[in-house]
Structures are given as structure tokens and as C-alpha cells.
């Protein structure tokens, strides 16, 4: 997709100061990982599902994340991955996903991990089931809200002394950020999502 680089980069907080966010180039010593992107189909419309960590994990404690994590040595590929932590983390069976597609690697700074983010539709019987050592809540979000104008915000946080904007999706009852927002970001681009408000 054109421009996904920087739709990726609009989603990094953004220092107030300096106008500088960490930059989203792996290392040397980048991790891999893999997460599923999950989409419920309903009568009432598609729905993107979210889960929300839990605080005791070491990597993105309490943050709304999708079904993913690093791979496994026994893992035979970045798919596998994706549908092995998925199965783990909400139960999902495989035989309720269709793979549809993947979206551009994602780094993230933080925890170093290079994240492979495979789209993936869910049959309508679909339960999911989450893992409490890993998992506090699941939640779906409407497509249509998703792409709402009023769903992404540009917030001010403070973190580590300084204030940063951090562009969030406002929706459910939760704060979508960092890349987990940006992976969303990509894939409502590709829906006809309008990206000006993050590719400035």
C-alpha cells in the first residue's frame, strides 16, 4: 500500500518539544513476532476484535492488543505463529478462520519486536474465549465506527517528564494505540479509510 510507511510513523508519539517520535527501523536485534487481525462477519455488520492484556505481562502490560505474540523455535512459519497465539490467547479454533491477507511488518520499539500482522475473517459461530494469565477482556469494535471521523483522537500524554500527542482510536469503551492503532490504521486504509488527520 502506498504510503504505509508513514501511516505506521503518524501513529508514534510525537514529542511536543521536539516534533520527534522513536522511529519504527528494527535493529540487529529486532524480535519476531506475529499477530492475527482478527474480523467477526454479522448480520449486522463487520467488526474488528481487539483483546486487552493483562497487567502482569512483561511485554505491553494492560494494553489493547490483537490475538499475537513471538514465535515459537517449533513454529513453521509467521502464520503459524499468528494462529498458535491466537488459539492460546482467546481459544480460537482454526477451522472458524479464513486468512484473507497481511499487512506490512510493524515495528515496535519498545519491546524490539518486528510484528507480521496476518487479516483474518471469523465465521459468524466464532466464540471466543479468553486466557486470564495472558488476557483481561475481548472486544469488537464496528468497522463503520472505526472509520468514524470522531473515532481517532490526538491525545497529550506525559511519559518519562515529557508531553507527548499520542493519535488514539477512541472506541468501545477503550484507548487504541501505539501499534495496535497504527496495524488498524493500515488495514481501514485499505478500505477507503481518509488518512490525512496521521500523513502529515
Request: charge should be negative; charged fraction near 30%.
Amino acid at each position: 500500500m502506498p504510503n504505509w510507511r508513514k501511516l505506521y510513523d503518524g501513529f508514534r508519539p510525537r514529542d511536543l518539544e521536539t516534533g520527534e517520535g522513536r522511529a519504527r527501523v528494527p535493529g540487529e536485534d529486532a524480535r519476531r513476532a506475529a499477530v492475527l487481525v482478527p474480523i467477526l462477519r454479522s448480520p449486522e455488520g463487520a467488526r474488528v476484535v481487539y483483546t486487552l492484556r493483562t497487567d502482569g505481562l512483561r511485554d505491553h502490560a494492560g494494553q489493547v492488543s490483537f490475538p499475537g505474540g513471538s514465535v515459537d523455535p517449533r513454529d513453521a512459519s509467521l502464520l503459524e505463529t499468528a494462529l498458535r497465539e491466537a488459539e492460546e490467547e482467546v481459544h480460537l479454533r482454526r477451522d472458524l478462520i479464513e486468512v484473507v491477507g497481511e499487512l506490512e511488518d510493524m515495528y515496535v520499539p519498545p519491546s524490539r519486536f518486528l510484528v507480521k500482522p496476518f487479516v483474518a475473517l471469523l465465521a459468524p459461530e466464532a466464540e471466543l474465549v479468553l486466557a486470564p494469565d495472558e488476557v483481561e477482556a475481548i472486544f469488537s469494535v464496528p468497522l463503520e465506527e472505526l472509520m468514524s471521523p470522531d473515532s481517532l483522537r490526538m491525545e497529550v500524554w506525559e511519559r518519562e517528564g515529557r508531553r507527548v500527542e499520542v493519535p488514539i482510536f477512541a472506541v468501545g469503551g477503550h484507548e487504541v494505540w501505539g501499534a495496535t492503532a497504527a496495524m488498524t490504521a493500515n488495514l481501514l486504509a485499505r478500505l477507503g479509510w481518509d488518512t490525512r488527520a496521521v500523513l502529515r
